[in-house]
C-alpha cells in the first residue's frame, strides 16, 4: 500500500488530542475509519505508533518521532501546493512564554516597516518547541538551548534569571534571593515549556519537592496561593506581572540562552529575513 496524506492528518489528530474518537470528530470521519487508517499506517512504517494499552492513549517513543516527520511533511506539502499565496502568507513566530523580552516590540515595528508584504504573527503555544515541531510555527523563541534534531538555531542573546516569590511571604521583602534561599519549599516546574528543573541546584541543596503547572499561568497563579518559589527569565518579570507575585534577582544562577529557531529543509520564503533581523535588533 502506500501512504497519503490522509493517513499522516489522521496520525497527527490522535497525536493531538489524545483520543481516536476526538480524532474522528475533528475529522468528520467514524471511529473505525480512523482506527484502520492508523492500523493501515503502523503496518506501512513497520512499527506501533500509539499505545492503546492504558486508560489514556499515549505515543510510542517511535510515535513521538514520527510526529515531528508527519508534521513537517504536511506542513510542506501544503506550502507547496499554496504556491500563490506563499509570498504573501504570514510568517509564524511561535514562543511559550515572553517572546524576545525586550526587543519584542522593536522587532516587531522593523518587520512592520521593513517587509510590509509578510506580516509577522507572533503565537504564544506551551509547547516545548513552542509549535515548531509540530509545523504550527515558522520559527520559534526558545530559551534555555534546544536539543530537538533537526531544527537549526541562532543565539540572540542571554537573560539573568530572578525568582518567583509569593508577594505576601518572608523572602519578598529581600532585595535579591540564592537558590539555597528557594530550597525550604517546593519549587514550581513548568513540565510543557518551562527551563526549570532541580538540576539548577547543587546536588545538596536542593528543594524537597516540585509543583508541576504546564503553562505560564497556573505557574503565576500557583505561586501567588502560596504553593511554591518559581524560578524564571528575567523578562518574565516585565512581561507576566501578577498582583500576588513578586520577582526578584537571583544573581548567582547562570544564565538563560535565548534562541531563534526553525525547521531543517525548505520553509517560509522570509524566514531568512527575520533570522538576520532578529539577530540586528538583539545585538547578537
Not at 42 to 68: M, N, P, Y
Not at 198 to 215: G, Q
Amino acid at each position: 500500500m502506500s501512504i497519503e496524506l490522509r493517513h499522516l492528518r489522521c496520525f497527527l489528530a490522535i497525536a493531538e488530542e489524545s483520543s481516536v474518537t476526538r480524532a474522528a470528530v475533528r475529522l468528520n470521519l467514524s471511529q473505525p475509519a480512523v482506527s484502520r487508517t492508523l492500523a493501515a499506517l503502523e503496518k506501512h512504517v513497520g512499527a506501533r505508533l500509539v499505545d492503546r494499552s492504558t486508560h489514556h492513549l499515549e505515543l510510542t517513543a517511535e510515535g513521538r518521532a514520527f510526529r515531528e516527520k508527519a508534521a513537517a511533511a504536511v506542513s510542506a506539502f501544503e506550502d507547496a501546493v499554496d504556491t500563490d499565496a506563499l509570498r504573501h502568507r504570514p510568517l509564524r513566530l511561535g514562543h511559550a512564554w515572553s517572546a524576545l523580552g525586550p526587543y519584542t516590540t522593536p522587532l516587531l515595528r522593523r518587520w512592520e516597516a521593513e517587509h510590509p508584504e509578510t506580516p509577522l504573527e507572533l503565537l504564544r503555544i506551551d509547547d516545548r518547541t513552542a509549535g515548531l515541531t509540530r509545523g504550527e510555527v515558522d520559527a520559534a523563541v526558545l530559551r534555555g538551548g534546544s536539543a530537538t534534531p533537526g531544527l537549526h538555531a541562532v543565539r540572540l542573546f542571554e537573560e539573568p534569571r530572578v525568582a518567583a516569590v509569593t508577594a505576601d511571604g518572608p523572602l519578598a521583602h529581600r532585595p535579591t534571593l540564592t537558590l539555597r534561599d528557594l530550597a525550604s519549599g517546593p519549587v514550581l516546574v513548568n513540565e510543557v515549556s518551562g527551563i526549570t528543573t532541580l538540576d539548577l541546584w547543587p546536588p545538596d541543596a536542593r528543594p524537597p519537592s516540585t509543583v508541576n503547572v504546564t503553562n505560564t499561568d497556573d505557574w503565576l497563579a500557583a505561586i501567588a496561593a502560596g504553593r511554591g518559589a518559581g524560578v524564571s527569565a528575567a523578562s518574565t518579570a516585565t512581561l507576566h506581572q501578577h498582583p500576588g507575585v513578586r520577582y526578584r534577582p537571583l544573581p548567582e544562577a547562570p544564565p538563560v540562552p535565548v534562541l531563534l529557531a526553525w525547521r531543517a529543509g525548505p520553509g517560509h520564503p522570509a524566514l531568512v529575513y527575520l533570522v538576520a533581523l532578529a539577530q540586528e535588533v538583539c545585538g547578537a
